[in-house]
């Protein structure tokens, strides 16, 4: 399927791990132009890796989402290197690193910073890029949730209380931006492994006796064979399938829409 996105501008937030990286290689592996920007500065040799193997202009830029000067600084790069980006995709994220349930399990001191990384960073990204945007009415913008924010999960209730927000607001976004021919939409993964991933697991693990502890292959198998119907992991790469398309002019009446790559792990009318 041809998604028409060669040439084309694409900056990933979080792109040096795990989601986020998938979803760069698979822009460039469909002949886009791709940034990448992370607060890890590994970030800047994972794009020069992208660029090699894809045969792609990849500029790395290394910015934390919590600082809104450092993401207005990010989208004045993108606009000096490539004259500013068609597509925006927020995959940065953390969670607590602690087992929720019950929430008392936390403390509130637990949550500002899993908010500020998760929401805030997603509103700093935003009024850094969107303005271009709408100045060139065009442009796609795709944020990475999560399940976790659709149902309630009482796994990391700062987290899940997070991903809603991000969800929240892109609804807001997607009917403001749509005058300006912008299309927004969330992607809520499922169970991928990733460093992200095994935070939850290590969560989990603390709050039980160590004789119920169990090692991350395990949590992830019984986990996953109770909540998803598909009864499998969900891969970094199947985001970046989706991420593109979405992206893509193929997608060009889809906007506001969560779009779940989860193994069927919530299903919603
Ligand atoms: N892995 C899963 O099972 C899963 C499920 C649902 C949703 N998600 C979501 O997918 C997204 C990507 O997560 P992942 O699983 O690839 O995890 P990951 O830990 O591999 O990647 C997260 C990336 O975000 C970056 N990041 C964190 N804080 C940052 C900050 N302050 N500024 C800039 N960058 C920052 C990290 O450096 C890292 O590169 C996250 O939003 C996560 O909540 C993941």
Redesign the pocket.
């Known amino acids: 399927m041809d998604l028409g996105l060669q040439g084309q501008v694409a900056v990933v937030?979080?792109?040096?791990?795990?989601?986020?990286?998938?979803i760069a290689s698979a822009f460039a592996a469909e002949g886009a132009r791709v940034v990448l920007?992370?607060?890890?500065a590994t970030?800047t040799e994972t794009a020069a890796e992208v660029a090699s193997l894809y045969g792609i202009q990849a500029l790395g830029v290394v910015?934390?989402?919590?600082?809104f000067a450092a993401m207005q600084g990010a989208a004045t790069m993108v606009d000096e290197a490539f004259g500013g980006a068609e597509h925006l995709v927020?995959?940065?994220?953390?969670?607590s690193g602690k087992g929720g349930f019950p929430f008392w399990n936390l403390q509130p001191s637990d949550w500002p910073r899993v908010l500020?990384?998760?929401l805030q960073?997603a509103v700093h990204t935003a009024h850094a890029f969107v303005p271009g945007f709408v100045e060139r009415q065009r442009g796609s913008w795709l944020l990475?949730?999560?399940?976790?924010g659709q149902i309630g999960s009482q796994t990391d209730p700062p987290?899940s209380a997070a991903?809603a927000g991000m969800i929240n607001f892109a609804q807001c976004a997607a009917k403001d931006l749509a005058p300006y021919n912008v299309r927004v939409n969330v992607l809520?993964?499922?169970?991928?492994?990733?460093?992200?991933?095994r935070?939850?697991w290590e969560g989990q693990m603390q709050n039980l006796p160590p004789e119920q502890r169990v090692d991350f292959e395990t949590w992830g198998a019984q986990k996953i064979a109770k909540v998803v119907p598909l009864n499998r992991w969900?891969t970094?790469e199947d985001?970046g399938d989706m991420a593109v398309f979405l992206a893509s002019h193929r997608a060009n009446n889809v906007t506001g829409q969560c779009v779940n790559v989860?193994g069927g792990f919530v299903m919603h009318s």
Not at 37 to 40: Q, S
Not at 63 to 67: F, G, I, L, M, N
Not at 90 to 95: R, V
């Open positions: 937030v979080g792109a040096a791990s795990g989601i986020g990286r998938a920007a992370d607060r890890a970030v910015a934390d989402v919590t600082d927020y995959a940065a994220g953390m969670g500020e990384v998760n960073g990475i949730a999560s399940v976790a987290y991903k809520n993964p499922g169970m991928v492994a990733t460093p992200l991933n935070g939850v969900q970094p985001m989860d």
